[in-house]
């Protein structure tokens, strides 16, 4: 069963935080129903918002389905999000590795529905109720 600690919250603290200082990225952690790791992020010089209209659009014109525009926030998937192009594929990259640190794992078999891992990831660019501050030109 999925748990995380506010210890374990507290021990990979430092290395999530280096990540988003190196980016120049401000946000916060915390622990949701004491099985998921969160990182809030409030702002920052990275257009994440800018980066997500772009990937839908692209996505939308090759499948030729409806584009969704990414107005103030969203979630990132932190099974693909550091798949993204450039900047914001190293960022994610490293703030996931960050977030499941040394005691991570994933022993998970979707064949049998049998679902095990050490704890769950969410990443938020801003919230439902204050937006991404994108403070880049």
Same mark, same amino acid.
Do not use: C
């Given at each position: ?7 374990q ?9 280096? *990540?988003?200082? @190196?980016? =120049? $990225?401000?946000?916060? /952690? !915390? ?7 969160? *990182?809030?992020? @409030?702002? =920052? $010089?990275?257009?994440f /918002? !800018? ?8 996505y939308?014109?090759?499948? =030729?389905?409806q ?26 990259g ?8 040394t ?29 991404y501050?994108?403070t880049?030109?």
């Open positions: 069963m999925a748990y995380v600690s506010q210890d919250k507290k021990k990979l603290a430092p290395g999530i935080k280096a *990540v988003l200082a @190196k980016y =120049g $990225v401000k946000g916060t /952690i !915390g622990v949701n129903h004491h099985s998921t790791l969160v *990182v809030n992020i @409030k702002e =920052g $010089v990275l257009d /918002i !800018g980066n997500a209209n772009k990937k839908n659009k692209e939308a014109e090759r499948t =030729g389905s584009f969704y525009e990414v107005k103030d926030n969203y979630q990132a998937n932190p099974y693909h999000a550091q798949d993204d192009e450039g900047v914001f594929g190293e960022f994610f490293e703030l996931i590795a960050a977030m499941k640190g005691d991570w794992f994933d022993e998970s078999d979707i064949m049998t529905d049998y679902f095990h891992t050490a704890w769950y990831l969410d990443i938020n660019i801003g919230k439902w109720n204050k937006p501050n994108y880049g030109v």
